[in-house]
């Protein structure tokens, strides 16, 4: 089973790449139609009409590929002042039930941006023409990587697997550089968090 965690952290780890460089490059866009719209309506006197609907889409699709890869990498804050007070035996199982937590959210995320997709798919985007439905697709990407993500992390803890969270460090004291977070070193007994 570890072997298998190591594989797929290798696919997830591809995918947690390809929707950063995504989510950088849909900010750009962003800004860049952002910036075009202000210029051509008060330099030019006209507004570019596709420009705000575009810009609010891509948004959708940065935040919620960024919060996805988030969770991958174990970026996100968390609250551990309950964590001070178990002994260190319960600690996983409490990073456990933040992740099935994290996968419910998820789940709610798909179930319910496909309901909406599915009742807006008949309109338009004003400016833009294509389905509504595109509207939500950010919302039901973004629920679906959660789950991968979180289901990654509960099934990389369960084999004994190190799953960084937020302010863990590596070996060196230095915080863990992207690529490596979730690395296949075993957990070690040392370890300040499961």
Do not use: N
């Amino acid at each position: 089973m570890r072997e298998a965690l190591i594989g797929l952290a290798r696919v997830t780890g591809a995918v947690a790449q390809l929707g950063l460089w995504l989510a950088g490059i849909g900010l750009v866009l962003m800004t860049a139609f952002v910036f075009a719209q202000v210029v051509s309506r008060y330099l030019l006197g006209f507004s570019l009409f596709w420009a705000e609907p575009a810009a609010v889409m891509l948004m959708g699709w940065f935040i919620f590929l960024g919060a996805a890869v988030g969770v991958k990498e174990g970026y996100h804050l968390s609250f551990d002042v309950g964590l001070m007070v178990v002994p260190a035996s319960w600690r996983p199982w409490f990073h456990t039930l933040s992740d099935l937590v994290v996968t419910g959210f998820g789940l709610g995320m798909v179930w319910f941006g496909w309901q909406l997709a599915e009742r807006a798919a008949s309109g338009l985007v004003p400016g833009l023409g294509i389905s509504r439905l595109w509207d939500f697709a950010p919302v039901i990407g973004g629920g679906a990587l959660l789950i991968l993500f979180s289901v990654e992390r509960i099934l990389r803890r369960a084999a004994g697997l190190r799953t960084l969270r937020f302010g863990d460090f590596d070996e060196a004291g230095d915080p863990a550089p992207t690529q490596h977070r979730q690395s296949a070193r075993p957990a070690a007994p040392g370890d300040r968090k499961g």
